[in-house]
């Protein structure tokens, strides 16, 4: 009985009442988080329960987002509550051996997460072909290992 008038009233006042989040991270992710390590990196993310999005950002000592310089695309993050994991990718640009700009997604999964912080595994390069495609395997064969880094991200002030 609850439920249905919770549901009226949001109806009836026009209020977008949030649904509860499932899955990892259970908890709303939206918001500004910093790397805790380096507080010049920002990440602006959206939560909207199965889906999260954002992007990063350079942060002044104000907080303020540094502008972008003229033509510099978005480092933009897309990731998914899916059974257990938060993970996706992170979409930004990369250059080939000869100079050359491709677009590229890197991995990304959230670990641990509390409502403070955000234990952050991201791939951070991933070597191309002059076509702008993943080079997958080594001269001798072998496969090309994937350059993982971990982060931990916080609310800023905390």
């Not at 950002?57 to 695309?73: D, K, N, V, W």
């Not at 992170?90 to 670990?111: D, I, N, P, Q, Y």
Request: glycine share 10%; hydrophobic share 40%.
């Amino acid at each position: 009985m609850r439920a249905i008038f919770l549901a009226l009233f949001c109806l009836s006042t026009g209020l977008a009442c949030k649904r509860a989040q499932a899955g990892p991270c259970a908890f709303d992710l939206g918001g500004v988080w910093i790397n805790a390590s380096d507080e010049r990196y920002g990440y602006r993310l959206e939560d909207q329960g199965s889906q999260v999005t954002g992007e990063f950002f350079l942060r002044q000592p104000s907080g303020a987002a540094t502008p972008r310089a003229p033509g510099e695309a978005a480092v933009t993050l897309a990731l998914r509550r899916d059974g257990s994991a938060l993970a996706g990718t992170m979409r930004s640009t990369a250059l080939t051996a000869a100079g050359k700009s491709c677009e590229v997604e890197f991995t990304v999964k959230v670990g641990t997460c509390t409502p403070e912080q955000l234990q952050v595994t991201s791939e951070m390069t991933a070597p191309l072909d002059e076509q702008c495609r993943r080079i997958q395997n080594l001269p001798d064969g072998g496969p090309v290992a994937r350059d993982l880094a971990e982060f931990l991200w916080v609310r800023p002030g905390k």
